[in-house]
């Protein structure tokens, strides 16, 4: 009977684990992540991703930005310092918005909401911090280069100077 009990329990407990959806708190677009397959302890394979797909994580590695370019065309955003960019730059950037400045929330609130887009800083702590103000503005699809211009480069990809 205890066995029972704790059977029942435990199915309860997964199938109210299982009703929360996350909002895409961990990816990005409004979809929660992928949930590992209990039977095999792996996740999924996911099939590549089309246009219009959201199956890109929140946080992408600088390997597979050109995927995402490519797939969605988000607007890429530069939240670095001036100085910073002069030095050198992602050659999709489309703008420069400047963390550091006063008035930075105000410019992102200004943005589309519906749009997507790829934000990226020096080391990755900048667009972390501008993802969650993206969230909590209500954007619907953002993502930053994990690892910022540092790990873009450390991965032997081009900067325009």
């Known amino acids: 009977m205890k066995i029972f009990l704790v ?13 929360f959806d996350f909002g895409g708190l961990f990816t990005g677009c409004g ?10 302890a792996e996740a999924p394979a996911a099939p590549a991703p089309k246009p219009g797909d959201c199956d890109f994580p929140m946080n992408i590695k600088p390997e597979q930005v050109h995927n995402y370019l490519q ?16 030095a ?12 550091k400045a006063a008035d930075f929330k105000d410019k992102l609130s200004k943005l589309d909401r519906n749009g ?6 020096r080391s990755g702590h900048r667009s972390g911090l501008a993802l969650a103000m993206m ?10 280069i994990e690892g910022g211009i540092n790990a873009w480069t450390a991965a032997g990809l081009p900067l325009v100077k």
């Open 71 to 86: 797939f969605l065309h988000p607007v890429v955003i530069d939240i670095r310092t001036p100085e910073e960019h002069a």
């Open 116 to 121: 997507k887009y790829l934000i990226y800083c």
């Open 7 to 19: 059977l029942v329990l435990v199915v309860f407990a997964a199938a109210a684990a299982s009703a």
């Open 135 to 144: 969230k909590d503005l209500g954007f619907a699809e953002y993502h930053d």
């Open 31 to 40: 979809k929660p992540p992928a949930l590992k397959d209990l039977a095999t």
């Open 88 to 99: 050198g730059y992602i050659k999709e950037t489309d703008l420069l918005i400047d963390f």
